[in-house]
């Protein structure tokens, strides 16, 4: 059965500005408290804010980036954050753009699929208790933490390709798209996790789609709210790539007309209560566990109280 869960709909300033959104998961069906990488707030620690002052929920990132921390602090920061909330963590990760990697290690991973092999493969040994020896090109460490008791962290990959998909399925719980259609999803990236989950002998990673979702409303253009908040990705060559590939015929010198074909595919959906439904049940459909509601172009453009409300509509409908 396929759950609901929440993205936090905007860019937090104050940490006092999670708790609406914790105090919603926590008196709804809502399965998950997500957030993305920030830059103002370091997500972990924000998290954590929100359960020191007694709403502790479950929780999960969608994505942090591998250039901002080593494996180790991974490993401590997720296993932390689990303890402190008493709730399993989605801990997902990604190596960013290659623009980024450059910007913070002087040099773009020559391989992303290898970095994030490594990468998954540490975090997953130090929270095991493993003495974790790796002195290869993208990291060097002979390091453990010591073990104390907390509930499961679930390690998470941001998957857009299939290749990804594939690593994601040798090294990973969780898959995490964005953007991704729900017809991609069942047809290219399912098969590609079970196939790695297979080459190894290990579960297939449960799948995660996080969507863009916004209720219609007097003189709201949908176009221009996928815009708002869509815009970088519609230039981003992986997430390109991606939808095209999916029949998205994205222009990532035309991020406007990207927006408007993001609406028309049904991957910034629009619209009264009962179609939105509809609409990420496609998702469902497409075996996806785990559907984030992401309210982000209407937390930007009308506010967080707006957010809330619609996201509270919204579970309202897919949620018994």
Known sequence: MTTYSVLLPFTPVRPEQVVPFAALVQRTPGARLWTNQQLTLEPHQ???????????????????????????????QARSLAQITGHPVVAGYGPGAAVFQEALLGAAYPSPLTAVRDYMSAVR?????????????????????????HPPVE??????????????????DVAIGWLTPPDYLASVIAPELRAGAEAVSRPTPRL?????????????????????VCARHLQAPHYTQM???????????????????????????SGEPE??????????????????????????????RVALQEIETLLKAVTP
Do not use: W
């Open 243 to 269: 939808l095209r590939r999916a029949g998205v015929g994205v222009d990532p010198s035309d991020p406007e007309d990207g927006a408007r074909r993001l609406v028309e595919a049904g991957l910034f959906l």
């Open 275 to 304: 179609a939105i439904a509809e609409g990420l049940a496609a998702y469902a459909k497409a075996g996806v566990d785990e559907v984030v509601l992401n309210c982000s172009a209407v937390g930007v453009t009308y506010g967080e």
């Open 155 to 172: 390690l998470g990959l941001g998957v857009l390709r299939p290749r990804m998909a594939r690593v994601c399925g040798e090294v990973a």
């Open 46 to 76: 924000l998290f954590a804010y929100s359960a020191g002052i007694g709403l502790r929920v479950p929780a999960g990132t969608a994505v942090t980036l591998m250039p901002l921390r080593h494996p180790v602090e991974a490993a401590l």
């Open 125 to 149: 040994g130090l929270l095991a208790g493993e003495q974790v020896r790796m002195d290869g090109p993208y990291f060097r460490m002979d390091a453990s933490l010591p073990q104390v008791p």
């Open 208 to 228: 995660v789609a996080v969507v863009h979702v916004a209720l219609a409303g007097p003189r709201r253009d949908p176009v221009a709210l996928a815009h708002s």
